[in-house]
């Protein structure tokens, strides 16, 4: 895209100029906000203001571009980190949009803005809320590029950037008199940076505001000439002699003999990131054995008429709520044009939530509304329907702090009744007040107060970075990455194989790994780069992929196609199942294994530079630090109180992620792999321990009695009328093999568990007792989620958040022979099986609320949603059960159960 390139003359911003132009973007100006003549050395929140006589000779004469400037009016009133306009224009950062206002209007062509942040939440977001109101996107390119040493190198060497210091403010490390004027690259050479460092804890690339810089050349984008400065004077802070800045009197320009006008718009290619992920898959999946898939077809199953469906409304304590399988009254089969069928039921979705927040949360203050909402999952018959339904999406949930969001198309047919929406969301009531007030006005006693009353967590946090950069992809749509809930719980947006920098999906770079394998690898280092940024200078409140407490890995439908010409396959007729699961399974360990590549705290200065690969990783602590910061491995276990030398087996074993792996019709982009997680903060990890349960397994033999389930009168409110189709049949012989397992945060804290039901021998899947199954399935998911050492389940139906049923909806084969595409045919839209699980779960609910109280009140019931999906697996990890014939995966569950208020006190 054309862009403007918005200048300060320092290296951080013509460093990211250049690092835009070399990801295929083309610079038509520069912009600059420079000081009023009478505050020459007012200090700004927003914009480096030393060196600002210099800047329009920079661009001008150096680059070759057009130059505006425009003084700064404003003054930084709105401090807070989240940035929203007043409407009186009187903050600096409309000085900003005004600048960009009046060069669109000169320059139409323009799409985008870049600009020189590194780690400063505070100058990204109002760059961005700027862009936003102008429809413009934000290029970003340094943004937690690299750790700031390695930030400094690039910038240097890569950049070959020459720079001087003309503002310094690091006494007594930095000093007026001593620095300024001086070279930086002789300041990194000569050791004086890292000294500072290692002394004061001075950040290298000055992001702490210790130094500030003037670009003198920049060879790669300096074509023209180069900067020479003929006169300046140093002039220190009157009120501390640490601070001064390098004014700058008489300059000139040094003309270039050889211009090359092309080397602006020559696009340097950056392919060592997609070569190195291709690498790694390769060596992941390359001692992988040679499977065959043979397995018998699913047998068809019958299809159920359809009912109207109600939400599921599940209220915790502490004001979290689930709100599940929000679909539109009645089928939209009016309009002749999908996309539009699908706006108009979307808009009926949105209208039955909005209903559910005024209705629900009466007395809430402020009023409960869709800002509460941290988490959506939304769930398309085709994703054609996206564009449109985005528009409408915007519309409702607005852009500013906006929910994390994973989407998926389902195919169509699959949802209930025909339809093509169904939306669920996490909500957490008084969260969006909290998100944009400041505490100041606590007249009510409301989950918002109460929040701002506890000063030791965050009751959420939202990451919503709209910049481009190498840093992780930019949601594509209006949502955040990830947001976090009371400190402890991080709700991870779905992650594609998105690369940063250009937006695009990774490229295999062999002909030996799929495409899919290198997205899915890609989308692994993506969640880590994510988790990773959410640390927020080590406050603990990122995390690692090992602190997953559930992962979801989706996959296409076309990435099972890429699997079908591969040698191994026996029959026409077989599909590569077992081929899909065990690459992808053996990437995703090796992803998990490494953190994606990613070290955590790298990039803020919380961990060592230096990647810790070359030793033994049982020798460093969970930050990365050799012997955990002291001086040799002895005195670290004794000081630890561990004097034994765990293997990394046993390390790796008592860290194992569970993943849920599901393969559906399509992804967001056209992507072939996606990945979902839900991680425990790195400060919830370290104080209450994340850890896998044992695996459970459970077998139920066919015609086994459910007659428990009628003893209570419990009407369902999804329309079913209570009649046993297709069950307690005394043919065939059948059992259906489960197997469960979790992983915990703390004690009765938060677990998440996965559980799968396989059919091991099944004349006829209709037979089968599926209300039963779901109950043992349900009962095996809270037996499970429990610590090792600890006997008794911690969770009951009453902690259960919601449950996730996914069921094989579709029979799949192989088109021919010759064919490299296979024929899905849909068996089911789930209406039945919605029924059941709705029954069995208000059930449960009476029967606990009698035990505890005497009553049979089921009104308050988990949330549930049932998704259907084309094939699944469970990868245990470690602990992967020896269940050689556990047959065809019909059924899996992902159950959450929580009590966010333990956790606060736990944490506490």
């Known amino acids: 895209m054309k862009f403007v390139a918005l200048l300060s003359g320092g290296k951080d911003s013509i460093y990211s100029t ?47 571009v057009p130059f505006y400037m425009r003084e700064i009016h404003g003054q930084s009133k709105i401090k807070s980190l989240v940035y929203e306009n007043d409407g009186d224009g009187s903050d600096e950062v409309e000085d900003l949009y005004i600048l960009l206002e009046q060069i669109i209007a000169n320059h139409p062509e323009i799409e985008g803005v870049s600009s020189g942040a590194i780690l400063s939440t505070y100058q990204r977001t109002r760059i961005e809320h700027v862009c936003s109101r102008l429809n413009l996107t934000s290029l970003s390119y340094l943004w937690r590029m690299s750790s700031q040493r390695s930030l400094l190198d690039s910038i240097l060497d890569d950049g ?50 210790e130094y500030e810089t003037m670009v003198l050349d920049c060879p790669k984008l300096f074509k023209r000439g180069r900067l020479v400065m003929d006169e300046t004077e140093i002039i220190c802070d009157a009120n501390d002699d640490g601070v001064g800045i390098l004014k700058i009197i008489n300059w000139m320009v040094e003309k270039k003999s050889d211009i090359d006008e092309s080397a602006n718009s020559g696009r340097t290619p950056i392919l060592g990131h997609q070569r190195h992920i291709t690498e790694r898959v390769h060596a992941a999946t390359s001692s992988l054995p040679d499977t065959s898939d043979c397995d018998p077809a699913e047998e068809t199953t019958m299809c159920f008429l359809q009912s109207l469906h109600t939400p599921s409304v599940q209220m915790m304590r502490g004001g979290l709520c689930h709100v599940s399988a929000i679909l539109s009254p009645v089928s939209c089969n ?43 999952h939304l769930y398309l018959s085709e994703m054609a329907h996206f564009a449109k339904i985005n528009q409408h999406y915007v519309q409702f949930f607005g852009t500013h702090l906006p929910p994390s969001r994973a989407c998926v198309a389902v195919g169509k047919g699959a949802l209930p009744g025909g339809r093509r929406v169904m939306m669920d969301c996490i909500l957490q009531r008084g969260s969006g007040g909290y998100l944009r007030s400041d505490g100041d006005s606590l007249d009510s006693d409301s989950f918002m107060n109460q929040a701002f009353q506890n000063k030791h967590h965050l009751l959420r946090k939202c990451l919503h970075v709209q910049s ?42 062999s002909s030996e790994v799929s495409s899919w394998e290198v997205q899915l690898c890609q989308s692994w280092k993506n969640a880590a780069a994510v988790l990773d940024g959410l640390d927020d200078g080590g406050r603990l409140m990122g995390g690692q992929l090992e602190d997953s407490l559930g992962a979801l890995v989706y996959f296409s439908q076309t990435a099972l196609e890429s699997l079908l010409d591969d040698e191994g396959t026996d029959t026409y007729t077989s599909v590569p199942w077992k081929r899909l699961w065990s690459r992808a399974e053996s990437i995703s360990r090796e992803s998990l294994s490494c953190n994606g590549g990613i070290i955590m705290g790298s990039v803020d200065g919380t961990a060592p530079d230096a990647q810790p690969s070359n030793a033994d990783p049982s020798l460093y602590d969970e930050d990365g630090l050799l012997y955990g910061g002291y001086e040799d491995e002895g005195t670290w276990r004794e000081m630890s109180g561990n004097t034994e030398n765990k293997t990394v087996n046993e390390t790796e074993q008592s860290s194992s992620v569970p993943l849920l792996m599901v393969c559906l019709p399509e992804l967001p982009a056209k992507a072939q792999a996606e990945v979902e997680l839900v991680c425990a903060t790195k400060r919830a990890a370290t104080c209450l321990d994340v850890c896998t349960g044992p695996v459970a397994t459970e077998t139920i033999e066919h015609g086994a009695n459910i007659s428990h389930f009628n003893t209570l009168d419990l009407p369902w409110n999804t329309g079913y009328d209570g009649k046993q189709t ?35 021998s099944c004349s006829n899947a209709m037979n089968l007792d599926t209300e039963q199954v779901l109950s043992e399935m349900i009962d095996l998911a809270m037996k499970t989620a ?58 449960k609910s009476a029967m606990y609320y009698h035990e505890k109280h005497g009553s049979y009140d089921s009104s308050n019931i988990p949330a549930y949603t049932v998704v259907p999906v084309l094939g699944m697996h469970l990868s245990f990890g470690e602990e992967t059960p020896q269940l050689e014939n556990q047959g065809i995966p019909l059924l899996a569950i992902q159950v959450f159960m929580c009590d966010m208020l333990r956790t606060e006190a736990e944490l506490w």
């Open 18 to 64: 250049l690092r835009a132009i070399q990801n295929g973007h083309e610079l038509v100006c520069c912009a600059h906000l420079a000081p009023m003549q009478q505050n020459t050395e007012e200090e700004s929140y927003m914009y480096q203001t030393a060196g600002s006589e210099v800047v329009k000779t920079q661009v001008e004469e150096c680059i070759g």
């Open 786 to 843: 429990k610590k090792r050492d600890e006997e008794q389940a911690l969770f009951s139906v009453k902690d259960i958040l919601n449950v996730r049923l996914y069921y094989t909806a579709a029979s799949v084969s192989k088109l021919g022979k010759s064919e490299s595409e296979a024929k899905v045919e849909y068996l089911d839209d789930g209406s039945h099986l919605r029924s059941q699980l709705h029954s069995v779960l208000k059930l």
């Open 468 to 509: 481009i950069s190498h840093w992780a992809p930019v949601c594509i749509g209006p949502y955040s990455q990830a947001n976090t809930l009371r400190s402890a719980v991080v709700f991870l947006a779905g992650m594609i194989g998105l690369v940063p920098e250009k937006m695009s999906l990774i490229e295999s770079e």
């Open 726 to 760: 297709g069950t307690g049949s005394k043919e065939g012989n059948s059992s259906i093999i489960m197997s469960s397992i979790s992983r915990s945060m703390g004690s009765g804290c938060a677990s998440m568990s996965t559980v799968m039901a396989s059919c091991a």
């Open 160 to 209: 070959e950037i020459e720079a001087i210091l003309v503002r310094v403010a690091c006494p007594p490390g930095l000093m007026p008199y001593r620095h300024l004027g001086k070279s930086l690259r002789d300041l990194r050479d000569k050791g004086v940076l890292d000294h500072l460092k290692e002394k004061w804890g001075m950040h290298p690339a000055g992001e702490g505001g």
């Open 334 to 376: 009016e309009v002749t044009n999908e996309a539009d069928a699908a706006v108009q039921e979307f808009l009926a979705v949105t209208q039955t939530l909005q209903h559910i927040l005024s209705n629900h949360f009466v007395g809430d203050i402020p009023k409960t509304s869709s800002r509460d909402i941290l988490y959506v």
